[in-house]
């Protein structure tokens, strides 16, 4: 199963927020929620890192409001004509993909179908920590890996300025923005009683395992799901 079914303290119908494609079609998911989530003021007041996370698998809908929240489509003309999302970019080039590494498998998170894109079969979550890294939650059910196009800058849908070409001003564009994405993923766990945590990855083994192209490059995982009882927090 893609995720597992929620429980009954959470309510809602999984196959209504998940519904799977045929064969390798993209995974359409369900409408995101976030009227029941926590003020702005108190997420705020909230928000920390924790990363003790327990295997405890989150539900369809609240994966569904988490990807929204990251950098889901929420007008449909942005910047420049094109859809504007709830994460800025560098004239919303969208340069910044983010990958979700679950426990059958990894997906590419489409904005503006809002569904998950298959990429790979199997369990790739290991590949979001460093090889240096401790352990600490490697059951945790979710793995955002956020992934630059570099091409996406060089050919952008918005203004077509110099430093858009320059690798040292894309850089600084490319980690702003993935700081922006994780920043929202931040705000809305600590809205829904979610535990996360922002480090480092395994960058040229989720370049193989995710057949990242040669304008692709890992950048950095964030881990998220439930809170151990025993934890660590920033």
Not at 39 to 66: M, N, V
Not at 190 to 218: E, I, M
Request: aromatic share 8%; hydrophobic share 40%; proline share 5%.
């Amino acid at each position: 199963m893609l995720i597992e079914k929620q429980n009954a303290k959470q309510g809602g119908s999984p196959k209504a927020a998940v519904r799977r494609g045929a064969g390798n079609a993209a995974v359409q998911l369900g409408r995101p929620r976030l009227a029941k989530d926590k003020s702005l003021a108190e997420a705020l007041r909230l928000r920390r890192t924790t990363r003790e996370i327990r295997d405890e698998k989150i539900s369809p809908q609240i994966l569904s409001s988490l990807l929204y929240a990251a950098c889901g489509v929420n007008r449909t003309h942005g910047p420049f004509g094109a859809p504007g999302t709830t994460a800025a970019s560098a004239s919303n080039s969208r340069e910044i993909d983010v990958y979700v590494a679950l426990e059958d498998g990894a997906y590419r998170f489409d904005a503006e179908q809002h569904a998950l894109v298959p990429v790979v079969s199997g369990d790739v979550r290991l590949l979001a920590f460093t090889p240096h890294q401790p352990l600490i939650s490697p059951g945790a059910p979710v793995q955002l890996i956020y992934v630059v196009d570099v091409d996406k800058l060089e050919h952008t849908r918005g203004f077509e300025e110099p430093g858009l070409h320059d690798p040292e001003v894309q850089k600084s564009y490319y980690f702003v923005d993935t700081g922006i994405i994780a920043g929202n993923v931040y705000l809305f766990a600590a809205s829904r009683g979610l535990a996360c945590w922002f480090h480092n990855c395994d960058r040229n083994r989720l370049a193989k395992a995710l057949r990242l192209g040669k304008h692709q490059r890992a950048l950095f995982a964030q881990t998220v799901g439930y809170a151990a009882k025993h934890r660590r927090t920033r």
